[in-house]
């Protein structure tokens, strides 16, 4: 939770790089809403055509006074004039336009600009306070305070007014003021509908004009402890932010309002169709004298069509909105979104996690769409969305590190245990390696130095350690050549264990391939030790396949990977009865039976119950045929074997004695010693 608390913080503190992309995913979502037909507002345009007609920019107050008449004429229900009117004009001309806007009854007017601290530094107190006078009978008188009447809060204050020259200004229906606010792109996207000034709350032009097109006769301000919470137009609530700002709710592009030559309207040509029952704002569109804003449809917007905007919106109640609380519920959404992905990422795969990163993001944003498109709310989805690919990218840096450690663990746990090419595939298959206690089917091989004891008397020390060494050298390889995992050596006994730690299905047959070559290698050693005077030396080999458990096992400090379980302590009694036969290799008749078809020179060589089972197993020598000059003598032997299964050991002695006569077959001649009595000799 650290990262979403982290993130939560970035939220607070607000920074600039992640509000602005914030600010880009709103421009798209307001892009993203349906478009309707503006129906209530006409740009009477100061255009190309009007300045040619008409005259350079600024026109007489007469031209104005004109305009008015026409537009009462033609029928419009509000005549709002986004253009200023702050300063003198030739008395008669000014007398005119006053007279005009009085004769009307429905024209509104823009106060020219509510002033911020730095702009006021030049004005003279007085002149403040005397366009303070000028504008206080457009203060809102009727609000509504909820909670606490004397808290204060924090909202902007303006300080200071430039207005309409008195006799305008006293003429109109109403006045509000102009102001528009740019955020830290430079973009419009928010109006403030209502400003402080001096204790009193002033109303813009444009819920003026609403006001007057609805009939009706105040504007009521709703307060809060914390901020504004909106105004009401008659019965029409409209939600602002607590600092009284109102989110401009484009309606399209450039040009998307109907628009009228003001020089047409002059000469009578305009369509009355788009100035009857409607508003119309009378502003500039010519590029060539300026008010041209950057909007979220482009920079070249002109500021009259802002204005439209905003009127429309007001009139038709499809306003957006993001006030304060809003940001909780960013907050929440965060928490949520932290609290699901801690708890699910764990028991997921990297892939898995993906999938859940994205249905989260998929999800946020519709939800965020949805409530856009539907309530005009406006959700955050810059920090969430950054959150989810933070605690993604987290876990999966995360699991990748311990990963990596676990895999680095293995290879130095195994390296020395299991062929390289078997630490290989131990380490790219870690995911799916389970290194606790679990029960599997494996095959077991020991191997021993047939009279160890009396070789070690009979050499010295270092010497005997050099032929040790060199021995187990040649016999581990094998087992790794086999895929086998050196288990451990018991003084001069090797313990292998075949399909694990990586599972392999042929594991009994790789065990019968090590013991084979096991004593290829042991010819080519005796070799090499004939001109060093070194002793031959004789091993015997037991295997067994079976249920045994695998894994770590020891204490807390120190563990080994090995296994335990009856079937590994058959194959080492196994193992040790190679002594009584004189038999190099005898395997259980569990690995015959998944061997038997690879190797054909395997022979049965006794049933016998081992020491701590009661359950009598079957045992089988692999041989080599080329340690014999001829197997043809194989059926024999079974003949002979047949015979004493049978119960007729007589003839079986018989015939054992004869074939190890002939063929110096062990096995045979210690069957024939056997039968010589009338009972069988249990093997221990």
């Not at 306003?319 to 809003?326: A, F, I, K, S």
Request: aromatic share 10%; hydrophobic share 45%.
């Amino acid at each position: 939770m650290v990262i979403t608390l982290g993130v939560i913080l970035l939220f607070f503190t607000e920074v600039p790089l992640l509000d602005q992309l914030e600010l880009k995913t709103y421009d798209m979502r307001l892009r993203a809403l349906p478009r309707s037909v503006p129906k209530h507002v006409t740009i009477a345009a100061i255009d190309e055509k009007s300045l040619r007609k008409v005259g350079r920019w600024p026109w007489s107050r007469a031209t104005h006074a004109e305009l008015v008449r026409k537009l009462d004429q033609a029928g419009a229900r509000a005549i709002a004039f986004d253009v200023f009117f702050a300063e003198r004009e030739a008395a008669k001309a000014d007398s005119q336009f006053a007279s005009a806007i009085g004769a009307s009854g429905k024209v509104v007017l823009g106060t020219v600009f509510f002033l911020s601290r730095e702009d006021v530094r030049n004005i003279s107190p007085k002149t403040i306070e005397a366009a303070l006078r000028t504008i206080e009978p457009q203060a809102i008188s009727d609000i509504n305070v909820s909670g606490d009447p004397a808290a204060k809060f924090d909202m902007p204050e303006v300080y200071g007014v430039i207005p309409n020259i008195r006799e305008l200004q006293s003429s109109a229906a109403y006045t509000g003021h102009v102001n528009v606010l740019q955020d830290s792109d430079g973009v419009v996207r928010r109006a403030p509908l209502v400003l402080r000034h001096d204790g009193r709350y002033f109303p813009a032009f444009d819920a003026q004009v609403a006001r007057l097109f609805l009939g009706v006769k105040g504007i009521t301000l709703d307060l809060a402890e914390y901020g504004v919470t909106g105004v009401k137009l008659g019965e029409r609530e409209i939600p602002l932010d607590e600092d009284g700002r109102l989110l401009v709710r484009y309606r399209g592009n450039d040009g998307t309002f109907d628009r009228v030559s003001i020089a047409d309207i002059l000469e009578n040509k305009a369509d009355p169709t788009l100035l009857r029952d409607r508003v119309v704002l009378i502003g500039n569109t010519a590029q060539g004298i300026g008010d041209m804003r950057v909007t979220p449809y482009g920079k070249l917007f002109p500021g009259v069509e802002v204005r439209a905007n905003i009127i429309e919106s007001l009139l038709e109640g499809e306003v957006l909105h993001r006030p304060d609380w809003v940001r909780y519920v960013d907050v929440l959404g965060m928490l949520l979104i932290g609290i699901v992905i801690v708890g699910l990422f764990g028991r997921l795969g990297v892939a898995w996690q993906a999938v859940l990163a994205a249905t989260l993001v998929a999800v946020y944003l519709f939800g965020a769409t949805a409530l856009f498109r539907n309530a005009g709310l406006w959700l955050n989805v810059v920090y969430p969305i950054l959150l989810i690919i933070l605690l993604f990218t987290s876990a999966t840096l995360v699991r990748y590190f311990f990963a990596f450690s676990e895999k680095r663990y293995l290879k130095l746990a195994f390296q020395h245990y299991v062929p390289s090419a078997v630490v290989d595939d131990l380490v790219a298959g870690a995911d799916t390696l389970r290194l606790g206690g679990e029960k599997r089917d494996l095959t077991v091989l020991f191997s021993d130095i047939r009279g160890f004891t009396s070789l070690s008397e009979a050499m010295d020390p270092e010497a005997l350690v050099h032929l040790l060494n060199e021995y187990f050298t040649a016999m581990t390889d094998k087992v790794f050549e086999h895929g086998g995992s050196l288990d451990k050596y018991i003084g001069d006994a090797i313990m292998a264990v075949y399909g694990a730690p990586v599972g392999r299905r042929e594991h009994a047959a790789l065990a019968c391939r090590s013991a084979l070559g096991m004593l290829d290698v042991l010819d080519r050693l005796h070799e090499e030790w004939k001109p060093r005077n070194l002793p031959p030396l004789g091993i015997g080999v037991g295997i067994n396949t079976g249920q045994m458990i695998v894994g770590n096992m020891g204490s807390a400090e120190r563990f080994n990977y090995t296994v335990v379980g009856d079937a590994v302590n058959l194959a080492s009694r196994i193992e040790s009865l190679n002594k009584s036969y004189g038999t190099s290799i005898l395997i259980s008749e569990y690995t015959y039976e998944i061997v038997k078809d690879e190797f054909t020179t395997v022979r049965e060589v006794d049933v016998v119950r081992v020491r701590g089972r009661q359950q009598p197993v079957r045992l089988y020598e692999l041989m080599r045929p080329e340690r014999f000059k001829s197997i043809t003598w194989f059926d024999e032997y079974r003949a002979a074997y047949r015979e004493m299964r049978d119960g007729e050991r007589t003839k079986a002695h018989e015939l054992f004695t004869a074939l190890h006569a002939r063929v110096g077959d062990p096995v045979s001649a210690y069957h024939a010693k056997v039968t010589k009595y009338p009972a069988r000799r249990q093997a221990d």
